[in-house]
């Protein structure tokens, strides 16, 4: 093999990983670099700033079940991605973060360059800040050792499914380097169980399934990111076991199954659902992720002296650590049960324990109200639709519309950063056209998180995904309204014309927008042929009350309040008393 350069070499390995675009901003420190992606048939997908490229990688990782790839420059261009990289980290999305560093001689002579903070500047400062963020990071000072180092970093990222950080000085990302390594691939499986200790838990879990009466399966977001849904759906169906989603997981597996039981999220679900659940005396849980908002504040009740929880490096049963990872158990699990097959007392004998939907509204409204819109969204839905909803109404209340099968759908649940849903959408779109697994591209958002990532809109059309892009205009931060200061002033938006967004954003390209204000007006645009047909990017602006909310919204909003027992709340002004008492 011919000498390469170092900066071919890392590129050529993030190609073998099965990514075909790169996000990110060009700087002056990665110029070099990006001027080699055409050499490994890369594409370069520009984004308007630093953020949106992040969203954008992650949301490219989630369709595309490769790592996302971002290059952003040294100092201020890789900053402004770390608030998108964290989310990655926080949600197990793997993503490549290269940042273009300046020559090593500055680097090492600490040169007061542009980008820096100061004299005799700490040129790794900036990667000190990524790296409670990241799986592994480097600064390739040496192209002798350099290969090397980025295969490791990456191999870490894979290994553990979150971002990495590879910083590559603008001198050394032109050394030539031998690139005979490219020859091995990298490690990207993760090492096989102990013989002894998964057959322990596939005994185990063969024996509660035999003793169970009331046993279900709660398909959770670690199936997803571990990419564990047909292994899911095989046990599914080797059980006959009803099985719940969570906010993280929904759609994971086919909501038009018939053992589909419903959205499981403690006092945020439906009472018969949460009972189901926590009733059950044996709970399979595929990669449970048991935050805040994933739990219904906390307020999921499982037993865990019931539960057989799958994780990506190990095992629980009953709260005792085996250090069986999900994949290998969950497929010896399924081969076992195929060929020999458990009596199941409560598996496809038995009747369905609970009505995944809530009950249809017996009047329909006039206005559009959350928890009539929710569900008709459901009617909207095809067969490979691809779905990503932004953290607040949108995620909460889509756990109310009835996905059709082969329908796709994720938000950002854990994280949970406004803004993410329209950058995310930018990569999950891209990937969704690379892939060809998905027909339609749907986003849901807020106005005041579009607000933060309007300029993704312009991605949005020039990448010609044709989206669907909807916008709930309910004048300000309805989310945070439902948890504090319904009424106060800091919950306000300014008022946009949205439907000259797409005009503004997309000059060149054809588009069509839409403003709906009734549910008749709704069912008309979502029964029209052309609008279903996707020809053009198009976005619906959809208004709503202020102070209306998905009934889960509202019922959990008020639980997550911090201020909920202190005086001053809602926005108004403490008491005169806790004011002297202040002073």
Same mark, same amino acid.
């Given at each position: 093999?011919?000498?390469?350069?170092?900066?071919?070499?890392?590129?050529?390995?993030?190609?073998?990983?099965?990514?075909?675009?790169?996000?990110?901003?060009?700087?002056?420190?990665?110029?070099?670099?990006?001027?080699?992606?055409?050499?490994?048939?890369?594409?370069?997908?520009?984004?308007?700033?630093?953020?949106?490229?992040?969203?954008?990688?992650?949301?490219?990782?989630?369709?595309?079940?490769?790592?996302?790839?971002?290059?952003?420059?040294?100092?201020?261009?890789?900053?402004?991605?770390?608030?998108?990289?964290?989310?990655?980290?926080?949600?197990?999305?793997?993503?490549?973060?290269?940042?273009?560093?300046?020559?090593?001689?500055?680097?090492?002579?600490?040169?007061?360059?542009?980008?820096?903070?100061?004299?005799?500047?700490?040129?790794?400062?900036?990667?000190?800040?990524?790296?409670?963020?990241?799986?592994?990071?480097?600064?390739?000072?040496?192209?002798? *050792?350099?290969?090397?180092?980025?295969d490791r970093v990456l191999e870490e990222g894979i290994r553990h499914s979150r971002p990495v950080y590879i910083g590559v000085p603008a001198d050394v990302c032109w050394d030539l380097v031998e690139g005979t390594r490219l020859t091995t691939p990298l490690k990207t499986k993760l090492e096989q169980n102990d013989c002894a200790l998964e057959?322990?838990?596939?005994?185990?879990?063969?024996?509660?399934?035999?003793?169970?009466?009331?046993?279900?399966?709660?398909?959770?977001?670690?199936?997803?990111?571990?990419?564990?849904?047909?292994?899911?759906?095989?046990l599914v169906d080797?059980?006959?076991?009803?099985?719940? *989603?969570?906010?993280?997981?929904?759609?994971?597996?086919?909501?038009?199954?018939?053992?589909?039981?419903?959205?499981?999220?403690?006092?945020?679900?439906?009472?018969?659902?949460?009972?189901?659940?926590?009733?059950?005396?044996?709970?399979?849980?595929?990669?449970?992720?048991?935050?805040?908002?994933?739990?219904?504040?906390?307020?999921?009740?499982?037993?865990?002296?019931?539960?057989?929880?799958f994780a990506r490096f190990d095992t629980l049963i009953s709260g005792e650590k085996v250090n069986v990872?999900?994949?290998y158990a969950l497929k010896s699990l399924v081969e076992s049960l195929r060929q020999s097959p458990v009596k199941i007392q409560g598996g496809w004998n038995r009747p369905m324990p609970c009505n995944p939907w809530p009950a249809v509204q017996s009047e329909r409204p006039s206005h559009i109200a959350q928890n009539w819109f929710w569900p008709r969204c459901g009617e909207l839905f095809q067969e490979g639709d691809l779905i990503i909803t932004e953290t607040g109404t949108s995620s909460v209340g889509m756990n109310d519309a009835?996905?059709?099968?082969?329908?796709?759908?994720?938000?950002?649940?854990?994280?949970?950063?406004?803004?993410?849903? *329209?950058?995310?959408?930018?990569?999950?779109?891209?990937?969704?056209?690379? *892939?060809?697994?998905?027909?339609?591209?749907?986003?849901?958002?807020g106005e005041g998180s579009l607000q933060m990532v309007i300029q993704a809109l312009s991605d949005l059309v020039r990448f010609d995904a044709k989206p669907m892009i909807f916008v709930i205009n309910n004048s300000g931060y309805t989310i945070e309204r439902m948890i504090h200061g319904k009424t106060a002033f800091y919950n306000d938006l300014p008022d946009w014309k949205y439907t000259s967004m797409l005009d503004v954003f997309g000059p060149d390209h054809k588009t069509k927008s839409y403003q709906?204000?009734?549910?008749?007006?709704?069912?008309?645009?979502?029964?029209?042929?052309?609008?279903?047909?996707?020809?053009?990017?198009?976005?619906?602006?959809?208004f709503m009350d202020k102070e209306d909310?998905?009934?889960?919204l509202k019922v959990g909003g008020p639980m997550a309040d911090p201020f909920k027992d202190r005086p001053g709340q809602h926005g108004s002004p403490p008491p005169k008393s806790v004011l002297r008492a202040r002073l």
């Open positions: 093999m011919a000498p390469m350069k170092l900066g071919s070499y890392l590129l050529a390995r993030v190609k073998q990983l099965g990514v075909n675009s790169i996000f990110g901003v060009p700087g002056d420190f990665q110029l070099g670099l990006l001027d080699l992606l055409p050499d490994v048939d890369l594409t370069w997908r520009g984004s308007p700033n630093e953020l949106i490229a992040a969203y954008a990688a992650d949301g490219y990782s989630r369709v595309t079940q490769t790592p996302g790839c971002l290059i952003t420059t040294f100092g201020p261009g890789e900053l402004s991605a770390l608030c998108g990289i964290a989310g990655s980290f926080a949600e197990s999305v793997p993503v490549i973060h290269i940042v273009g560093y300046p020559p090593t001689p500055a680097i090492k002579g600490g040169a007061f360059l542009h980008h820096t903070l100061g004299p005799n500047a700490d040129y790794e400062v900036y990667m000190e800040m990524s790296r409670g963020i990241s799986a592994a990071t480097t600064l390739l000072m040496d192209s002798r *050792t350099a290969e090397a180092e980025i057959k322990k838990v596939v005994v185990e879990c063969r024996k509660r399934l035999a003793e169970a009466k009331s046993a279900a399966i709660i398909v959770d977001a670690g199936t997803t990111r571990n990419n564990l849904l047909r292994l899911a759906e095989e080797v059980t006959g076991l009803p099985f719940f *989603t969570t906010s993280m997981s929904k759609g994971a597996l086919s909501e038009r199954h018939p053992r589909f039981g419903g959205f499981y999220g403690g006092l945020f679900s439906k009472q018969d659902v949460r009972e189901a659940v926590e009733t059950a005396d044996f709970v399979l849980w595929i990669g449970n992720y048991p935050s805040d908002l994933n739990t219904g504040a906390f307020t999921a009740k499982v037993d865990p002296m019931k539960v057989i929880d990872k999900m994949q009835k996905l059709p099968t082969g329908a796709s759908i994720f938000t950002q649940t854990i994280w949970g950063s406004i803004g993410y849903a *329209t950058g995310a959408a930018v990569g999950a779109f891209v990937g969704a056209l690379e *892939t060809g697994k998905h027909k339609r591209c749907i986003l849901f958002t709906v204000k009734s549910t008749d007006e709704v069912d008309r645009l979502f029964n029209d042929e052309e609008f279903n047909a996707c020809k053009v990017a198009q976005l619906v602006e959809v909310a998905p009934m889960l």
